[in-house]
């Protein structure tokens, strides 16, 4: 199996920038395609971006398109998140997720998920 812990979230202020950071362990990483989601408390969890297995194809979210950015170093087992511009309303849990192949922007596509990591965006 593959095993999954995000790092990276905090306080930050309105406007500002932080970078998520997921690391992988167990199989061959660039086996898999990853997303990155987020949940709120009260709220469903909702798509943010997934990233094609060698990093070049991604598809973000509207809400967070032009603002936050994916990437993945295959060689580091690791996946990354940048936010920027970042609003009080992008204040959530983060996860990141891995699937054989292709990605998805459905939650339930997902095999293995992190634990997550806590972004809290005051104004």
């Known amino acids: 199996q593959v095993q999954l812990v995000e790092s990276g979230g905090g306080l930050v202020q309105a406007g500002g920038s932080l970078r998520l950071s997921c690391a992988a362990s167990?199989?061959?990483?660039?086996?898999?395609?990853m997303g990155w989601f987020r949940q709120a408390p009260g709220k469903e969890r909702e798509f943010v971006v997934r990233i094609s297995r060698n990093g070049v194809s991604t598809y973000y979210a509207d809400s967070v398109k032009g603002r936050f950015t994916a990437s993945r170093d295959n060689a580091k087992n690791t996946v990354y998140l940048q936010l920027g511009s970042l609003k009080p309303e992008d204040t959530a849990v983060y996860y990141c997720?891995?699937?054989?192949?292709?990605?998805?922007?459905?939650?339930?596509?997902?095999?293995?998920w992190g634990p997550g990591t806590q972004v809290t965006v005051s104004s």
């Open positions: 997720a891995a699937r054989p192949y292709s990605s998805s922007p459905d939650p339930a596509a997902y095999e293995y």
């Open positions: 167990g199989r061959t990483f660039s086996n898999y395609a």
